[in-house]
């Protein structure tokens, strides 16, 4: 592949190969259990899905920007990824999802049970790697991230269903589920590195903005049929409140209203609703204005890097960033 030709992931990838290769060493040795071997099979069946482990990258470039040469970005880049995938088992279980990644869910192939269990597990050792980074700052910020990665769960399931949902409280969601893991992956990989409060800011500023802007791409994603790993309007099934159907409630009247509160309210899908809720979308330039609402989140993330050292790795994040949402141009 040409360097032109690859994206801003493949040249992290590539600047930070010897630090991902310790990186994925360090999840094999630590996902094993010698005395439940179902845990291991869990963990690798999702892990080996693929995914482009952008979280632990963010973890590796924030140090390599100070010129890091320990082994806690290693370790936190790991601690990262272990949360990563335990929030995925969960989630998996509470929105009875049957497909990640193109494949079929834990849940599916083994149990709910097994699917929970196994992400605790996976709790417990990302606190482990945490605690080997003798950082009790470190500890607090990604304590706190778990922490409101659970509210933004639970926040997303108490206002399930309310047509009423503001788009400030689905950012408050998107901030919990989603940002608050790529902020403290940013920012833990700066403070490591001895970077210096105000950087370990910016990381953090840089890596919320990306969360934000990679989640509305994400719900945009599930409307207009990109392969993603799930089924083009799973979301509309399940009646969650995206960012394109608050705006489209903001204006509904009549036929559109009651269809909203059928679908969403009362949770009754049926057969043409994906199509008649893009047809919605289109007739009030939902899904262009919201895609505008990602690349401003875009723009947010890329100011915070500014002040940040120059080189390849800065570059590649500043891109990273235009990336996460390319495909919705």
Do not use: C
């Amino acid at each position: 592949m040409k360097d032109s030709d690859q994206t801003p992931v493949h040249r992290l990838q590539g600047l930070l190969s010897d630090r991902m290769e310790a990186v994925n060493s360090l999840i094999a040795d630590r996902m094993a259990s010698e005395n439940a071997p179902r845990i291991p099979q869990v963990t690798a069946h999702l892990v080996g899905a693929g995914g482009k482990r952008i979280r632990p990258l963010m973890v590796l470039a924030a140090a390599a920007l100070y010129g890091y040469r320990g082994d806690n970005d290693v370790k936190l880049a790991a601690t990262v990824e272990f949360i990563h995938t335990a929030t995925l088992l969960h989630d998996d279980v509470v929105d009875e999802s049957e497909q990640r990644r193109g494949r079929p869910t834990a849940n599916l192939l083994w149990d709910n049970q097994s699917s929970v269990l196994v992400g605790d597990y996976l709790f417990a050792r990302s606190f482990q790697l945490m605690v080997e980074a003798e950082s009790l700052r470190v500890l607090d910020i990604l304590a706190n991230a778990a922490a409101v990665i659970a509210e933004g769960e639970v926040l997303q399931l108490s206002v399930a269903r309310d047509l009423t949902t503001v788009e400030d409280t689905y950012i408050k969601v998107v901030r919990g589920k989603t940002a608050a893991l790529f902020a403290a992956a940013s920012e833990v990989g700066g403070l490591v590195a001895g970077a210096s409060d105000a950087d370990v800011a910016a990381l953090r500023r840089y890596g919320d903005a990306l969360g934000i802007a990679f989640q509305i791409a994400d719900d945009l994603l599930d409307l207009v049929g990109e392969d993603i790993g799930k089924n083009t309007g799973d979301d509309l099934r399940e009646g969650k409140l995206t960012l394109p159907v608050i705006r489209a409630l903001a204006v509904a009247q009549g036929e559109e209203r009651a269809f909203w509160e059928r679908l969403i309210g009362k949770g009754r899908f049926e057969e043409g609703d994906v199509e008649r809720a893009r047809a919605i979308f289109d007739r009030h330039g939902i899904i262009e204005g919201v895609r505008e609402s990602a690349f401003d989140w875009v723009a947010e993330a890329q100011s915070a890097l500014e002040g940040l050292p120059e080189g390849d790795v800065r570059t590649s994040l500043h891109d990273l960033a235009e990336f996460t949402v390319a495909r919705l141009r």
